[in-house]
């Protein structure tokens, strides 16, 4: 995992370093060698958000490094950190935080302050999803419903229209057609409900008894006007 941020590293490292000049990795910052070369030292580990989609997301992490240089002269030295910046920039995969480093940092390193600049490489791991097991078999279960359907109609055996039905506990209600027939969808068969019908400023109450067959024929004893 960390291999490949310091593989990176080397290959932002060989596209501006001349064959003298040394990579050093870690804590150990030279100073005051003959010989030029770039100071990279893990210095934190930042947590990245990976974006959403609908695949499983990689775990993200970004390491941030911090970049030195040295020699035998300062001015080869500050030279070659601004080579290793502009090299570092061109590289869409890399980050570069230009900001100044906070002097406790040097007293820690028991070090002077010097240039220096962030660098940032982000870490993926891909999450492996398990797989599903296949399907082997498959069960189907169903269920047994009755639908609830009739037709209102008078003493005299007329259809009455724009009666209210109601399917009491249910919530579920309908009004006649101009034939007195109505529907208020199913319901499981061994189930006893009370079915309410309003017609006329007149109401009745019956039963719609378990199993039972056929149509509901509801019969409203209406007053002759």
Same mark, same amino acid.
């Given at each position: 995992m960390?291999?490949?941020a310091?593989q %990176?590293? %080397? ?5 501006? *370093?001349q ?5 050093s990795m #870690? $804590? +150990?910052i030279?100073t !005051?060698?003959a010989?030029p #070369?770039i100071?990279?030292?893990? $210095? ?8 959403? /989609?609908?695949?499983?997301p990689p775990l993200?992490?970004t390491l941030?490094?911090l970049?030195?240089a ?5 001015k080869?030295? /500050? /030279?070659?950190?601004l080579? +290793?910046a502009?090299?570092a920039? @061109? /590289?869409?995969?890399l980050?570069v935080? $230009? +900001?100044?480093?906070a002097v406790?940092?040097?007293r820690?390193f028991?070090? *002077?302050? =010097?240039a220096?600049?962030l660098?940032?490489v982000?870490?993926r791991?891909a999450?492996?999803v398990p =797989?599903?097991?296949?399907v082997?078999?498959t @069960?189907?279960?169903?269920?047994q419903? %009755?639908? &609830?359907t009739? &037709?209102v109609?008078?003493?005299?055996? =007329?259809?009455l ?5 109601e399917?009491i506990g ?5 009004k006649t057609d %101009?034939?007195?027939?109505f529907?208020l #969808?199913?319901?499981a068969p061994?189930?006893?409900m009370d079915v309410r019908?309003? *017609?006329?400023?007149t109401?009745? &109450?019956?039963k719609?008894?378990? +199993?039972g *067959? !056929?149509?509901l024929?509801i019969?409203m004893?209406m007053?002759e006007?």
């Open positions: 960390l291999e490949g310091v %990176r590293i %080397r290959g932002w490292f060989e596209s501006f *370093a064959d003298d000049t040394h990579l #870690g $804590l +150990a030279k !005051g060698s010989e #070369g100071n990279v030292h893990l $210095l934190d580990v930042i947590g990245d958000p990976p974006a959403r /989609d609908n695949k499983p993200q992490l941030s490094y970049v030195t040295w020699s035998d002269d300062g080869p030295a /500050d /030279d070659l950190l080579k +290793a502009f090299a920039m @061109k /590289d869409p995969s980050e935080i $230009l +900001a100044p480093t406790e940092l040097w820690a028991e070090l *002077a302050p =010097r220096a600049f660098l940032r982000p870490v791991v999450q492996v =797989r599903a097991k296949p082997t078999s @069960k189907f279960v169903t269920t419903v %009755r639908p &609830v009739g &037709v109609v008078d003493h005299l055996d =007329r259809p229209m724009d009666a209210t039905v399917l249910l919530g579920r209600t309908a %101009r034939r007195g027939r529907a #969808g199913s319901v061994d189930r006893t019908v309003r *017609a006329r400023e109401e009745v &109450v019956t719609l008894e378990p +199993a *067959a !056929g149509q024929k019969i004893q007053t006007e």
